[in-house]
């Protein structure tokens, strides 16, 4: 089992910046890609972000130029660096680890107000 710990969500006038953390523990591997996921309401829940275990990263095209995701792989830990954040941004995000199969932390409210 892995488990995920998300940090840093919260309320940001449009503009704004934030900054998500996620830490994972239990079984870990090597190889594993981490990302971020986020779902608004009414919404299903789609891609925001993954970085792989050789720092390859991937963004949806809606972020691209504004986040920017990171890894430490010492600490388990994956960053994203939410900038110049939009009320469209506004959503829970999820973190995700991935080998294999997807664990899920249980979710960060992100609000950006306009």
């Known amino acids: 089992q892995v488990q995920l710990v998300e940090s840093g969500g919260g309320l940001v006038q449009a503009g704004g910046s934030l900054r998500l953390s996620c830490s994972a523990s239990?079984?870990?591997?090597?190889?594993?890609?981490m990302g971020w996921y986020r779902q608004a309401p009414g919404n299903q829940r789609d891609l925001v972000a993954t970085?792989?275990?050789?720092?390859?990263?991937v963004y949806a095209d809606s972020v691209k130029g504004r986040f920017t995701i990171s890894r430490d792989n010492a600490k388990n830990t994956v960053h994203l660096q939410m900038n110049n954040l939009k009320p469209e941004d506004t959503a829970v995000y999820y973190c995700?680890?991935?080998?294999?199969?997807?664990?899920w932390g249980q979710g960060t409210q992100v609000t950006v107000s306009s």
């Open positions: 995700v680890y991935l080998i294999g199969r997807a664990y």
């Open positions: 970085i792989s275990s050789r720092a390859n990263a």
């Open positions: 239990g079984n870990i591997f090597s190889g594993y890609t």
